[in-house]
């Protein structure tokens, strides 16, 4: 089971980016999908989660302006990205809970991507 992100990039205070992220593999289910954020000489951070059936959670300080979103046919998570601010520079993580045949207790396990870099500046 992999995932693979894409979409990160560089953008001008107050632009817009769109993450994706989808989930390959031999799996049986993805279930919740979130994306997480690092700064530099931070710790790693949730950003917004989703379920498999669409309900969403937001960190305080993205709600607004970060939309998260799932297209289930795809296996793929999105995030959409506006009025950014220098503050969201940061590598940018997606996870999700993924049941294979071997392992589907509490709905699997956690995977992560590879990570990447969003940096917002002028």
């Known amino acids: 089971v992999q995932l693979q992100a894409s979409g990160g990039g560089l953008v001008q205070p107050g632009g817009s980016l769109r993450l994706s992220c989808t989930a390959s593999g031999s799996f049986v289910s993805v279930n919740d999908m979130a994306w997480c954020r690092q700064a530099p000489g931070q710790q790693r951070e949730l950003v917004a989660s989703?379920?498999?059936?669409?309900?969403?959670n937001y960190q305080d300080s993205v709600k607004g302006r970060l939309t998260i979103s799932r297209d289930n046919a795809k296996n793929t998570v999105y995030l959409q990205m506006s009025s950014l601010k220098p503050e969201d520079t940061a590598v940018y993580f997606c996870n999700a809970r993924i049941a294979t045949l071997f392992f589907r207790l509490n709905g699997g396990k956690d995977y992560w991507g590879q990570g990447t870099l969003v940096t917002v500046q002028r």
């Open positions: 989703i379920t498999s059936d669409g309900s969403t």
